[in-house]
């Protein structure tokens, strides 16, 4: 029995937008959500709720280096950056800054400028340098955008059109506690070596359903102990004053419960760590090895078609990395190019290729997980030769 549902005719290589579910996950998300609906009065309100998911934050926790007390779950990344943002509007004035860098997620900085706007605050921009030469360029571009007005830095851990590893704690080092840093660690989890408490940052919210490999719809929010305190969910309800759930402490009763929902997806993460877990002999030290190496080799492998140097040194690549293409009309497409059209329709190839970091240039991004092979990338290497011949 095939570990994936993943389609067999479609060569997939854009893990990193959506991630993918193995089997096992669905089969056990299906399971949890037959059981609520046994008898839903006695799931929800009875404590077996509360309790599956105070057992899947402990192995949250430990598996990003979280103490329970600041870790809740969130739908995905972006709904975690926004709690964060609404939270901290009524500390912002006029004049105050949020910096952002021109690498950020649409959705988040799309965040920060409504968050600014409502607190009479502005956002700014960093500029970071891609193609660059190592992981100092980004320090010196963000460093070099602070200024006495800047409260807050919201900053990819590994950036979604770039496929950059940025250098969060080199950062947080220099800002923290002066400027609150705000990390969108959305792909970071499951690819790369992570502990959130030695980020240094005061925020970090992630995903579970992409480098995890949860059912979609699970993601985390933890907040430092010392900024606790005022931090909601974007959507307030029973928790807010001491309401249903309580006892969990402040962050809990904010984002244990904010309505009825399908927590299913939350309660599959321990599945899905321990599915990933079994798929390697070394375990998850061995899947990110072998992620990296894959998604290292077939950077090779394109930027050998595309006779040019690697946009980014080694260190800051892990399961993601982007090639940039040459320059190309493609003003009909906001965010995608028709290439990646091309990609999919004549040759059963999914991946991404952006508009970045403004038309006509562009990137090519790919991501490599364990269903991946090294053949993938060849077969995209001659796939992108017969659409940009010479």
Known sequence: MTAWLLDP??????????????????????????????????????????????????????????????????????????????????????????????HEYNACANAAVVSASRAGAAVTTAAVPFPLKDRSEVVDAVLSAVTDRTRVLLIDAVTSATGLVMPIAELAAQLEPDVRVLVDAAHAPGMIDFDVTKLGASYVTANCHKWMCSAKGAAFLWVRPDRREGVHHSVISHGYNGGWPSGGGHLHA???????????????????????????????????????????????????ALEIEAPAPDDMIGAIASVPLPAADNSGSAIFDPLMAALRDRHGIEVPVFTWPAPPERVLRISAHLYNRHEHYDLLAEALAAEMPD
């Open 9 to 102: 005719e479609v060569l997939h290589l854009n893990h990193g937008s959506f991630g993918a579910t193995p089997l096992a996950v669905l089969e056990a998300q299906q399971a949890i959500r037959t059981r609520i609906e046994a008898n839903p009065t006695r799931f929800f309100l009875e404590g077996e709720y509360q309790e599956s998911l105070d057992e899947v934050r402990r192995v949250v926790a430990r598996f990003v280096g979280a103490d329970e007390a600041g870790l809740v779950f969130v739908t995905n990344a972006t709904a975690g950056v926004n709690a964060v943002l609404r939270s901290l509007e009524p500390s912002l004035s006029g004049g105050d800054e949020i910096l952002v860098t021109d």
């Open 254 to 304: 904010q984002f244990d419960w904010t309505g009825t929902h399908d927590p299913s997806s939350w309660l599959t993460v321990p599945d899905a760590l321990a599915a990933v877990e079994a798929m390697h002999p070394e375990g998850w030290p061995g899947v990110k090895a072998t992620i990296r190496e894959l998604c290292l080799e077939g950077r090779r492998k394109l930027t050998e």
